[in-house]
């Protein structure tokens, strides 16, 4: 092989490398990037690069996070539903639960420029808050659930991941892997 092929080879190779390398770090932008995808990353181009690549590995974990907390959300609901119909919340939550559906709801209602959550009491209340309502109603759900250990633990620890990705710091990876892997846990548990 001539030693133009090689050079010209070694060249490609080192470009496509530099090019996955810009793309990765969010200073170059991806041929098929969608156009919200491009008007971020325009958006984004002028931030630093510790910022830029943190909001990237972030992503993942907010998308665990979202699906997880509303897949609890969607159990209790759907249960409760299915056994008291659609005013269950005002059956089964705790006091101190429906007193921190109306301050939240108060709260929305003095912004009204600002759009609220989704209507349903349940999307009012904290992650650990699932946990505790699954658990006062435990007679409801023991045949779904190995048992209050297994949940407490899922829902614990999730919230703790939960309260640094909601504050916007970032995530370190085997915290990110324990939310997948709880994540799984209760896809494999409740479907």
């Given at each position: 092989?001539?030693?133009?092929?090689?050079?010209?080879?070694?060249?490609?190779?080192?470009?496509?490398?530099?090019?996955?390398?810009?793309?990765?770090?969010?200073?170059?932008?991806?041929?098929?990037m969608m156009v919200e995808?491009?008007?971020?990353?325009?958006?984004?181009?002028?931030?630093?690069?510790?910022?830029?690549?943190?909001?990237?590995?972030?992503?993942?974990?907010?998308?665990?996070?979202?699906?997880?907390?509303?897949?609890?959300?969607?159990?209790?609901?759907?249960?409760?539903?299915?056994?008291?119909?659609?005013?269950?919340?005002?059956?089964?939550?705790?006091?101190?639960?429906?007193?921190?559906?109306?301050?939240?709801?108060?709260?929305?209602?003095?912004?009204?420029?600002?759009?609220?959550?989704?209507?349903?009491?349940?999307?009012?209340?904290?992650?650990?808050?699932?946990?505790?309502?699954?658990?006062?109603?435990?007679?409801?759900?023991?045949?779904?659930?190995?048992?209050?250990?297994?949940?407490?633990?899922?829902?614990?620890?999730?919230?703790?991941?939960?309260?640094?990705?909601?504050?916007?710091?970032?995530?370190?990876?085997?915290?990110?892997?324990?939310?997948?892997?709880?994540?799984?846990?209760?896809?494999?548990?409740?479907?």
């Amino acid at each position: 092989m001539s030693e133009k092929i090689k050079d010209f080879v070694f060249r490609g190779i080192l470009a496509t490398y530099a090019k996955r390398e810009l793309e990765s770090s969010g200073l170059l932008r991806p041929p098929d990037m969608m156009v919200e995808e491009r008007g971020d990353h325009d958006l984004f181009a002028a931030i630093s690069a510790g910022i830029r690549g943190a909001s990237f590995h972030m992503q993942r974990y907010y998308r665990l996070l979202f699906v997880f907390e509303n897949l609890v959300r969607e159990f209790i609901n759907g249960r409760f539903l299915e056994l008291d119909g659609a005013d269950w919340f005002d059956k089964r939550a705790n006091a101190q639960m429906k007193k921190r559906y109306e301050e939240r709801r108060s709260t929305e209602g003095k912004h009204q420029w600002h759009i609220g959550r989704n209507t349903h009491p349940i999307y009012y209340l904290d992650f650990g808050d699932l946990g505790l309502l699954i658990i006062n109603n435990w007679n409801e759900f023991k045949d779904l659930l190995p048992n209050q250990a297994w949940l407490q633990s899922r829902i614990q620890e999730a919230e703790r991941t939960r309260n640094v990705i909601a504050h916007t710091n970032t995530l370190a990876a085997e915290e990110g892997d324990r939310l997948e892997m709880y994540l799984r846990d209760w896809i494999r548990q409740v479907g």
